[in-house]
Each structure stands twice: as structure tokens, then as C-alpha cells.
């Protein structure tokens, strides 16, 4: 049930009752939910079908395959790289498995400030059961924690650090490490092994390699899709119509508001494309004595909360994980050049990765340029520029605690510490621009939701505000920065509005046709 472009031979059409766009940890849910509702349901995906077969543990051919621009996408001034899922399955299928509930605060703040209505945490619970059993949500085991992790908890241990170690969503983890690079032993539970198969056995229709080009609409409902069937060189080669009742936009906070725009729709707020959160994050490395091995077992299990408390201030903090890469990404996130870097790059089997990911405030755009593609914008505030340089101090302490000999700040000029060092040589080299690297894997909030059609996109169930046909189920739909890694909630949030769908769905599509016969 899931056709690939390859198998594709012609321009075609398809009417369907729900049109779901993207597989992540959004749309697949939305689209089991529905099809097992007894919705004809079509699924379209811009990225390829690829399952444990496929991942070949290259960073050279998976990177290509499974991330949005292989691996490059990043903000208009190149300072911040955004690392997104393009296959089926979506992000789900490179993320770290880190399985976190909205945090209460953030559901308050969101009920006060924006009038959210109904997503109290008690509201919330039913959803969250669902979705962690589908992906077999629970506690990392003590034997499964490996040595980087476990170099990052003494060190926060003999500091006084509050820490924890987190939930995940694995099964019969053989602790490899290619979490990143899709995972070949189907341990990881990513929506490519959970909900999109129980999608496509209650009957929804996927179509891989099918970008979506514009979403048709008249003054108050859409009525359809129209679709480009794409080669594995994401050339196009047959268009696709959709004709549906309802359709769910799941593309994630880059891609929706891209579509949206492109399409010309649902924007009387003149909101959609603003507020952009990324969770930015910078790598620190500490370089030990003894051998490290941080590319093998479970990427990140410890998760360090003692910088952020959200029930004091839902608003700011930060979080600092543990991080590792295969040897590419890790050369490119590691400062130098030439014979420099050359050296830096002999330790890296004694290296631990750790990183500052910010709780951001600050606030970015996403707009379409002359060829319709995405231009993102984001600057980091004063503020959190501040907290970001107190961050990276602290990963330095962390690590020298646990017995790093040297750690090495990303500067494009590198700043190596050694232990003992004063660590306000991070302060005097700040935090500019390109002049070290940040990154993100959870944007987010670029169509936010909210009761006053005036300053948000969807309201509380994801419902445009312009086209009552038209639902959003993806991170593009929390009113701020989470604060948390978004996996469970972006999946909480998708089975709340698919019920919702399902529950409403006569006053949704109107009287007339609404039923299946």
C-alpha cells in the first residue's frame, strides 16, 4: 500500500476523503487514526520509501537520502544549519529516540497566554497513553547507557548538576549507535515501523516521492492537492491530484508555512511563516586519556534539566545533552582546517560530545523566495546569547569534572581549553554570527495555534482559522518554543486532532456527503 514514484508511469488523479501531507511523527498519526476510523485516507510524502534494507551505516548515502537538502538546509546567512526528516517516516526515522510529555508549564503558559483550550496535561493523558504504547515508550536501562553518557553524568554527579536519564522509544536495541542514520535492525520505533504500517492495513493510500506543490482552495474551504511525482534525483516526471473533503497538513515548521505561502492561503493573520523557534544548539568536545568509542550504543540517555525550570519560568533555560556523530558530521562540527583539524580528528574515538540546546525566545521567519523555496532568517537574542556562553561554560566543566584533558569550543578560529584554564575566554570570544556553529533539529511555531484568529493560524484543535477543512498536525503549531524534545508531544498533539477529526467530522465537511456509503 505504500507506491513509490519509480512505480508511478503517468499524470493521475485521486479523490479521497482525507489527504494527509507527510509521514512524520505528525501525519503518520493522523493518518492510522483516521484510516482505522474507517476515513479513505491518502498519504502524500515529498521523500523516498526506505526501510531497514536501505541503511547502509554510510553517512555518504544515508545523508543524501534521509535529511531535507542531505543534510545542509540552513538559515539565509548560512549561521544556523536545520537538520529535518525527508522520507517516509519523517524525522522520526534519524532522531535520538528521547521520549519527553509536554511539560505542565508550557501547557499552562499556552492556556494563558495564547487561550488554548482543552490541552490542560490531564487533557492530554489519554493522547499520550496512545501514542507511547504505539511506539513502546520506556525507561533507558542502566546497562544501556554508554560511556560518553556516563562521562557526562559523573561529571554533572560530582558537580552538582541535576540530571536524568530519559525514556525512549527502542525495542531490542542492539546498542550499534546508527540511530542518525536510520536504524537497520528496526529496533528504533519511528513512525516507518509503527504508524505507518498500521496506517496503510486500515487501508491508507501512501504515495512516496510526492512533493506537494499547492493546496487548492476557495474563499472558506480547500478542496484538494495538487502533487509532482519525483525520480530518485528529485527530478519531476508526473503530477498528482487530490481531491479530498479534509486535508491535514503535517510538513513540518519549514515545509508548512512554505506550502501555505506558495499556496496562497490561510493566512488573514499574516502569521504563517512567523515566530520561528529552533531550539539552536552548540557542540562542545572534550578530548580524554582513554578511548571513548561515543559512536557506539545508545546516542543520548542522560539529560541534564538543571539549567532550565520551567515552572518557575516557562520562558527561558537551557538543556545540555549528550551528542555524538559518525566521522563526517563529527569533522564538521569540529573547529580548524588543514592539518589542524587533521589532528583534532586522531582523537576522535577519545572525544565526548556535549551541547547547550536553547529554550529560544528568539524568533526567526520563514518566507518563500523567487523559486518558492524556503528562506529562513533567525538571529539568537542578547539575552540568549548570554545564556548560551554561560552554557557552554558549564559543558566545560562537565567535562574537565569527569576527566576530559581538553575541550574544544567550535570557534572558526578554535578555543582549546585545557584543565585548569579560565573558562571566560569563552565570554571574550562571544557568540556571533558564523563564528561558530549552531544547529537545530527541532524548528518549530511558524503557524502557531491560538483562539484569536488575529495573531495565530489554527486554533486549539489545529483547525485554520480561514478553511474549515484545513488542519495542521505538526511542531509548525505550538504557540512557542517547547522547551523539551518534541517527538511525544507533535504525536500527542496529531491523535488529539485526528479524534477531533473523526468525532466532528459531520459539522467538518458539512451535512452532504459527509458519510462514507
Not at 27 to 43: I, N, P
Not at 168 to 192: I, V, W, Y
Request: with cysteine.
Amino acid at each position: 500500500m505504500i507506491v513509490k514514484g519509480e512505480q508511478i508511469t503517468n499524470d493521475f488523479n485521486l479523490e479521497a476523503e482525507v489527504c494527509v501531507i507527510g509521514t512524520g511523527a505528525g501525519g503518520a498519526v493522523v493518518a492510522k487514526e483516521l484510516a482505522e476510523a474507517g476515513r479513505d485516507v491518502v498519504v502524500l510524502e515529498q521523500g523516498g520509501h526506505y526501510t531497514r534494507d536501505d541503511f547502509t551505516q554510510r553517512e555518504d548515502e544515508m545523508m543524501p537520502l534521509l535529511y531535507e537538502d542531505m543534510g545542509q538546509r540552513a538559515t539565509a546567512d548560512g549561521s544556523i544549519v536545520i537538520l529535518q526528516g525527508r522520507n517516509v517516516g519523517g524525522s522520526t526515522v534519524h532522531n535520538l529516540c528521547y521520549s519527553f510529555r509536554t511539560p505542565p508549564p508550557i501547557l499552562e503558559m499556552w492556556r494563558r497566554e495564547d487561550g488554548i483550550r482543552n490541552m490542560r496535561y490531564a487533557d492530554l493523558v489519554p493522547s499520550f497513553q496512545r501514542v507511547e504504547k504505539m511506539l513502546k515508550v520506556k525507561p533507558i536501562l542502566p546497562q544501556e547507557i554508554n560511556t560518553l553518557n556516563s562521562k557526562i553524568r559523573e561529571g554533572c554527579e560530582k558537580l552538582g548538576y541535576h540530571g536524568l536519564v530519559a525514556k525512549h522509544n527502542r525495542e531490542n536495541c542492539t546498542t550499534s549507535g546508527f540511530c542518525l542514520l536510520g536504524c537497520p535492525f528496526d529496533a528504533k520505533q519511528s513512525m516507518l515501523i509503527t504508524y505507518v504500517p498500521a496506517a496503510s492495513k486500515a487501508g491508507a493510500r501512501i504515495y512516496a516521492n510526492c512533493p506537494v506543490q499547492k493546496i487548492r482552495a476557495d474563499r472558506n474551504r480547500v478542496h484538494g492537492v495538487e502533487a509532482t511525482v519525483v525520480d530518485a534525483l528529485n527530478r519531476p516526471q508526473h503530477t498528482l491530484h487530490v481531491e479530498a473533503q479534509v486535508v491535514v497538513l503535517c510538513a513540518g515548521a519549514i515545509n508548512s508555512p512554505q506550502l501555505l505561502l506558495n499556496s496562497g492561503i490561510a493566512n488573514s493573520s499574516g502569521q504563517v511563516g512567523r515566530n520561528l523557534h529552533l531550539h539552536p544548539s552548540v557542540l562542545l568536545s572534550g578530548i580524554y586519556d582513554e578511548a571513548i568509542y561515543g559512536y557506539r550504543g545508545i546516542p543520548q540517555s542522560y539529560y541534564v534539566d538543571h539549567f532550565i525550570d520551567l515552572e518557575k519560568d516557562p520562558t527561558s533555560g537551557y538543556i545540555i545533552m549528550p551528542v555524538y556523530g559518525f566521522p563526517v558530521v563529527t569533522a564538521s562540527q569540529l573547529p580548524g582546517f588543514g592539518r589542524a583539524h587533521w589532528e583534532i580528528m586522531q582523537n576522535y574515538h577519545r572525544m565526548v560530545g556535549i551541547l547547550v540546546l536553547m529554550h529560544d525566545q528568539s524568533a526567526g521567519t520563514v518566507r518563500v523566495d523567487r523559486s518558492n523555496r524556503p528562506e529562513i532568517t533567525y538571529q539568537v537574542n542578547a539575552k540568549e546569547r548570554a545564556l548560551f556562553l554561560e552554557g557552554m561554560k558549564h559543558c566545560a566543566e562537565i567535562l574537565f569534572a569527569s576527566g576530559a584533558k581538553k575541550v574544544l569550543v567550535p570557534y572558526e578560529s578554535p578555543l582549546a581549553l585545557n584543565r585548569g584554564d579560565d573558562l571566560r575566554a569563552i565570554d571574550q570570544r562571544g557568540l556571533r554570527p558564523n563564528d561558530i556553529l549552531l544547529a537545530s533539529t527541532h524548528p518549530q511555531s511558524t503557524c502557531k495555534m491560538g483562539e484569536d484568529p488575529a495573531r495565530s493560524v489554527v486554533n486549539s484543535w489545529g483547525q485554520s482559522h480561514d478553511l474549515k477543512n484545513l488542519f495542521m498536525a505538526d511542531m509548525s503549531i505550538f504557540p512557542t518554543s517547547l522547551g523539551a524534545p518534541p517527538q511525544i508531544s507533535t504525536a500527542a498533539f496529531a491523535d488529539r486532532t485526528a479524534h477531533y477529526i473523526k468525532d466532528n467530522w459531520r459539522r467538518i465537511v458539512g451535512a452532504v456527503g459527509a458519510e462514507k456509503t
